[in-house]
Structures are given as C-alpha cells and as structure tokens.
C-alpha cells in the first residue's frame, strides 16, 4: 500500500491508496494501545484524546501505531502545519466495525443488541422480584454503556440469586458469591445497591455478623459471663465464641429455627436444657465456623427446623452436616409433610425444581430428609414454618 497526502492551505491528511483489509505487524503493546482506541464508537477522535487513553503506559507507542493504522488503510490521519512543523490533530477510521471485529472489540451495533437483551432480561427480573424495581427503573432509565449497564444487571442477578437460596452473610460474603472472586465489587457500585434496594433485609449485613442464642447455654468470655436466656435470647458477634471463652452451662440438646419470628417465640419459651439457635437461611463460613465451635466445646444433638420447601431442605443439610462431622446425633423437626400439606402452600419456582432436581441425586441423605424431599416433589408445593412454629 502508498500512502498519500492531500495537502489544504495549512492542513494535510495521510491516508492509504487501498482499503483496509488487516493489520499484520503489531506488536503487543501496539495491540493492547489500539484495543483502547477501539472501545469507543466515535468514527473520527482527537489527538490529544488518543494520548490519554494510551496513558503513560503506552505513551510512547502513539505515533508509530498511527503511522501503521494509515498504511494498512484503517485510518486517516488529520494534522496542521504549526510553526513549519506538521502536527497530528487526530484521525479519522475507514472502516470502524471491520477494525472493531478484527481485534475482538464489540461493534456499536453488537453494544446495542447486547443492552437491548440485558433491558429486556432486567424487566423480567423485575417482574419475578418486585423488590427490585427501584433498581431495575435505574438500569432502563439511564443512559449507560453496555459494559456499565451488564455489570449492574449481573449485581441484581446475583442478589436474585442470593434471596432465593436463602443466603446470609457480610457484605465480602456476597461480594464473593456474586463476583465468583473475580472481581471486587466497587464503593460506587455499594452505594448504588444501598440506594435501590434494602440489604440489610436480604441477609447483607455491613457490620459483623451475630451468632443469636437463647434457652439454656451460659458462657463466660474475657469480660464476664453470658446467660443465653436471661433476656429471652441474645446476639453474640461470632468473634466472642473464641479465645478465652468457656461454656459454664452447656445445653442438653440444640434447636435450630430458620424463621426468625419462631426463632424468637421459640426461644422465650424454650424448656429447660434446650440451647435455641437462629439459623441464617443458607449461614456464611463464619457463622459455621462460630457454631462448630461450640459443638466442639459443648456437645449435644440437634433438632433442626426450616422452611419445608427445596431451600429449607438444603439448609437443614447444611446445618446438619456440622453435627455428622462430629458423629453427633440431627434430625429435622416439625418439618414433615403431615404438619403443613392442609395449610398454606405456594407452588413451586424453577429455582426449586432445580434444588430438587439436585438433591434427587443424592443417595447419602438422612431417611426423614430423603422422605421431606419425596413429599415435596410429589406435593409440587411448599410452606413456611411461621404459620405452626
């Protein structure tokens, strides 16, 4: 390819004799400079804009990798005579989507299909979790970019996700759980998320997490001692359940109660030697870690109570597993088909056919586990243990 220069009274334009077909003489930092360049849409860009996103990084890589963009015909290259020198103004690209696709670059018009599926997916989120509205009328009524735009969809995704399983924990729990430990989730992206929609009420604390007891168990920390039931029940930060901590009254037997209204009832009117637990829909590491402690240093059998329907099932197991690890005796309590079948009862959703679908194909589960998971599947219904517990 030639290049050619049209000269106009004080400006010049550098542009290829042939159209552009590929660029082969790239090095990496070349490429990764013109990957930069080519997230923006605009079809023809300033000189001094094009410096700043190449940033001091790749600064000195400019000139050169737009003397190759002209030659291979990707580009045109404005400049303007400046005290008998030429200087580039910026450039104008030839064939901006072929560039885009030759690099993995997503064209203005795969951006645009790519937010219209994210707007439309969005709105049937927030058809399926009313809570989510507030956040979801933010999404469809800014002008964002797409890349913008799908990392807020996926933050509400993932809080659908999280309310669905039951889930509790710190916000780094859910930063976790949403981000796969890819990636943190920002300061802007809180602040987002704490304008639309109350996280405190969906199991995300922002402070530390509380252990909440009550019946009969009596603790003695390094600041005094600790009676579980004195005042009807307590909140322990889990960091109290370590160190010096001693148990003084250890529990005959341990009541777990997932709703938190008969965690409470419950726990008032607890009879003597049973240790009340509330137990966090599907608990953080942490949580276990705290109870397991306990079990350690006081170790009793279980009776576990949850939701009967696919989620409860699953957080019973999951409870449940810190006694089997200790060959301490559980069992589900108030949970069986019998007790809340006649009463109110809501179908099924996809997410608990797919916990279903999953706990079928386990052949380990405890016989009344197994027996509450065929009840379910047969009945294609669930509840919720407030309404007897």
Known sequence: MTVITLLKGRQRTRESDAPFSRIERLNLRQEALLKRWLASHAQTRGWQTLLERAGLD??????????????????????????????????????????????????????????????????VLASDYPWLQPAVASCLDSSWSADLLKARAELLHALAAWHAEQRFGKRRDFALYARQLTKEITHAEWKWLETHVALQALGIEKLAFILWLGGSL?????????????????????????????????????????????????????????????????????WLGALG??????????????????AGLDIALTAGALWAARKLEWLPYRMEATIWQNGPTTPHNAFDRAVLARLARRDDLPAPMAELRDALERQGRKAEQEAWL
């Open 58 to 123: 790749l600064l000195d890589c400019a000139e050169g990798l737009l003397d190759i963009l002209v030659e291979a015909g990707a580009a045109t290259a404005r400049e303007r005579l400046v005290r008998g020198t030429w200087q580039i103004e910026g450039l104008a690209w030839r064939d901006l989507s072929a560039l885009q696709q030759a690099f993995g670059i997503a064209t203005e018009e795969e951006r645009h299909a790519v937010r219209s599926d994210i707007r439309q997916r969005l709105a």
């Open 218 to 286: 009596s603790l003695q920390t390094g600041r005094g001692r600790v009676d579980a039931g004195a005042a009807g029940f307590c909140g322990l930060p889990m960091s109290s359940l370590m160190g010096e901590t001693r148990i003084l009254g250890a529990p005959e037997r341990y009541w777990l109660i997932e709703n938190r209204t008969s965690f409470e009832r419950q726990a008032i009117e607890a009879q003597p030697g049973t240790c009340v637990v509330w137990l966090p829909g599907r608990p953080p590491e942490d």
């Open 293 to 310: 402690w306990l079990l350690d240093h006081a170790p009793a059998p279980a009776h576990i109570s949850c939701d009967p329907d696919p």
